[in-house]
């Protein structure tokens, strides 16, 4: 089952989040050109999670809380 939160960005509500690996090409080249490109290794920010609405960083996946 899919939590729905956790696919939601928390700036727009869409349900666009993705992780670099679930970008095409093309987002990716746009991912790389966001303002905190500057402060992230491009390792770092294949582990960060973006919306392809609003193009919303999320630097850490948000974790389950039972």
Do not use: I
């Not at 999320?58 to 974790?63: D, F, G, Q, V, Y």
């Amino acid at each position: 089952m899919v939590h729905t939160s956790e696919k939601t960005c928390p700036r727009c509500g869409s349900l666009k989040m993705r992780s670099w690996n679930e970008l095409t090409p093309d987002e990716q080249f746009l991912a790389e050109r966001l303002l905190m490109s500057a402060e992230y290794t491009p390792a770092e920010r294949k582990k960060h999670r973006y919306c392809t609405r609003c193009w919303y960083e999320e630097l850490e996946a948000r974790s389950h809380q039972a």
